[in-house]
């Protein structure tokens, strides 16, 4: 079922097969289940690009999405999904249905969904903002099951951008895998660092928005646990301004695309 995902907009079908994901994700804990392709980390390695604008740089840094549009410019093609079947199976209220993920290489144009269309450089770049702008974060990286949902084999070719909110896959079931699993497959983007200071009054805004349940209020205040990947997300909310996004590496972003190509061919 998993593998004919994007030929269907039928949203019990789609639920079905991303419940099963969901199935194999919470079963990480027994053995042998770390030799699953999906759960390999020489197969996955997905990593979350902060959207926030206010982020502190080392002076004449980048900001993370240029390491997006950097992958856009030098993947050999480029193929938009014209909806996300995670926002779509779970019935997402808060975010664009229509906005699906964007794949890279020479594998994207192999699935065999009529909903999805490859496009140029500026188009995909629009693409990115779009989501960004509607509050999508951007996971960038391999994912291995992403060949088993979009119907492509695993030839080390396609590079993945999701751009996810609560309803997505992997920010719907990660909190569910043991934190060792959980950082080679998905470790936070080098360098960036999520900093709660004293602003901050406990309302738990931050915490409801935390699509992966990585913050808690502890003594009317917010604390940022292990589980926390470094979106950012908790920063855009915040209405004291109280927690703050930084990035410490003025070279991350030769460093991330180096980090990238050593793993997936998608130029």
């Not at 509050?135 to 119907?151: E, Q, S, W, Y």
């Not at 569910?176 to 602003?199: C, S």
Request: proline share 6%; aromatic share 6%.
């Amino acid at each position: 079922m998993a593998n004919r995902i994007y030929e269907t907009q039928n949203p019990k079908t789609v639920r079905r097969a991303l419940d099963a994901v969901g199935a194999a994700f919470k079963l990480t804990w027994l053995p042998g289940m770390s030799h699953h392709p999906w759960l390999r980390p020489d197969k996955t390695d997905m990593r979350w690009l902060p959207i926030n604008q206010d982020i502190e740089m080392p002076e004449n840094a980048p900001m993370p999405l240029a390491v997006l549009d950097r992958l856009i410019e030098e993947a050999s093609h480029r193929v938009i999904y014209d909806y996300c079947g995670c926002r779509l199976a779970y019935r997402c209220e808060h975010y664009p249905v229509e906005i699906g993920c964007l794949l890279m290489g020479d594998s994207a144009i192999e699935g065999k969904s009529q909903k999805k269309r490859e496009v140029g450089v500026e188009e995909a770049k629009a693409f990115a903002r779009k989501a960004v702008d509607a509050g999508l974060v951007p996971i960038v990286g391999k994912a291995r099951i992403d060949n088993a949902l979009f119907g492509i084999k695993d030839h080390g070719r396609m590079l993945t951008t999701c751009f996810c909110c609560e309803c997505c896959c992997i920010t719907r079931n990660i909190r569910h895998v043991p934190l060792d699993k959980v950082e080679p497959l998905f470790p936070p983007l080098e360098g960036v660092t999520i900093e709660v200071t004293d602003d901050c009054k406990g309302c738990g805004t931050c915490a409801k928005h935390c699509y992966i349940e990585a913050i808690t209020i502890v003594d009317k205040r917010a604390v940022i646990g292990e589980y926390c990947r470094a979106c950012g997300r908790c920063a855009t909310v915040c209405p004291k301004d109280a927690i703050r996004v930084r990035l410490d590496d003025a070279d991350f972003l030769d460093k991330t695309i180096d980090r990238i190509r050593s793993y997936v061919k998608y130029d």
